[in-house]
């Protein structure tokens, strides 16, 4: 296993190299400049040249990179331009906002997705697997803004029932809290449902005409027995893949739902850096989330190399 784990890490350092590369590259060709907007009304062509040589703007860009990842390196992501914050602080504050964002958004779809993708394979082309699917079928086609606007006329505004926007701690007050942050899990976590609904279905639907499956119900065995012990655990496979993917979507940050609910997690900072230009920002927030998904589909394949004995008899 140890083996396995560190051949997954060494394929993931070359993917970091061309992330960065692709990022930093890509942001020297974005329209604007940087440093007229540091000047702010100062913007004789002296002042300019100072920012530019204080920058190291004025160096080739193979330099500036280098000098940027070596940083990178070393736990120096750089200072923002607009605040003047070092990034890597900024990061500490707006990531553990998105996790629990992120983490209750796959309760949500976990709770939701997987029972009811199970529950449509059973009854397939039934009543019940159409009803199922329509209803995993409007989810995807909702919008998220829309729904979360929705949700926050009826729940917040007709009801009283939650906040309608705003962020608190938990550490702070963790029962508000969960009460600020369930909307937008919700609003996230339906749509995610949805997909882990389908794919459980998919899943579950192909396990379920197997011979070993047909054997265990000619032993007798009860119908929960064949389902969830025998079926759903080779079923599964495939769909824990599937959330560490999903999941690492997640901590890049939902823009829209984080801008509705004025939640200040890593797609506000994503959306506030791109509009000022704050490329320090940009790329660091990038860059964590490359290690983010990086990560989580580590964390997939260490997984799933343990709940299948085949392919753990091979490590």
Known sequence: MHIFIAKRLLIAIPTLILVSIFVFTLQKLLPGDPVLALAGEERDPATLDAIRAQLHLNDPIVVQYGRWIWAALQGDLGMSLRTNTPVTQLIAQKLPVTIQLAVMSMIVAVLCGIPGGIYAAVHKRRKGDYIVNILALSALSIPNFWLGIMMILLVSVNLGWLPASGYVSPVENFWLSMKTMLM?????????????????????????????????????????????????RNAILPIITLMALLFGELLAGAVLTEQIFTIPGFGKLTVDAVFTRDYAVVQGVVMCTAVAFIAMNLVADVLYAFLNPRLRAKL
Do not use: C, N, W
């Open 184 to 232: 937008p899990a919700l609003v996230l976590g339906t749509g995610l449902s949805a997909t882990l609904l389908r794919h459980t279905r998919s899943s579950m639907s192909g396990v379920l005409k197997s011979d070993y499956i047909r054997t265990a119900r000619a032993k007798g065995l009860r119908p929960r027995e064949v389902i969830l012990g025998h079926a759903f």
